[in-house]
């Protein structure tokens, strides 16, 4: 929620990665239709996608895992209004250290929490019980920027922190994994996903722009949005594998 005192965060996302409402409510439905008994999301955020695939299999037992106390309270929050609170629990954990082994393993926009794309799927297959699923999203170039392109985005960005889809897939592949759906989002995804990120400043700044934090949010908020338009928009894309580990 806005107030006075400072802008909400996340306050207009439904979920912290770009995707369009058709794209989550079919991921919503194929994870659920594998009927997983064990369910793990490793940076999970508030949880969104974790919270409706929990909420639509009967008997799952699910665990999201966050660094963040205050989105991990969010989705605990959404537990709760969905009824499913004595079956998802919000852990507080460092993503790479949990060991657990699900039948279903999410991964969105959280990568980072691995290292790179690469080491995330090296290091997730091994939580993945055999005959188990992840979802794994992360960016992908469209084409490999230039060092002029990679200066316009927002600072320390590498042509190394992303992948091209099909050596994102490659890496899939050769990790053990066998690729079951491969989508890649449009811009416009990406432009609402930007777009609803900046809008609790947006908002908060029309409300309040006299106040003592205004410039600072002000010229915050211009800078991102300047990363966004003038230098990732169109070179970097956005990464939804649904992956199957073979049975043992
Ligand atoms: C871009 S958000 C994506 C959230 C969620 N997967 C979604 O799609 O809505 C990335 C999340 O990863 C979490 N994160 C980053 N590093 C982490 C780490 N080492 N361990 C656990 N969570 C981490 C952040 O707190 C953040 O909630």
Redesign the pocket.
Known sequence: MTSHDKPSRYGH?E???PIAAWRFDRQVEECAAASPQTIV?????????LQRVTAKVPGAKAYG????LE?LERGRAGAVAKGIADRLEFVE????DWTEPADLV?????V??FGTGTDALRELYKIVKPGGRLLI?DGVWNRVPNEAELAGMWPGTTTGDFLLLPEFVDVAVETGFRPLRVESVEQSEWDDFESQFLADKEVWLLANPSHEKADEIREQTDAHRDWWLRGHRGLLGFAYLTLGRPVA
């Open positions: 996302l979920c912290n990665s999301d490793i940076g999970c955020g508030w949880g969104e996608l895992i966050d660094s963040d989105l954990y460092q993503g790479d999410i991964c969105i926009g959280a980072h929490a999203g």
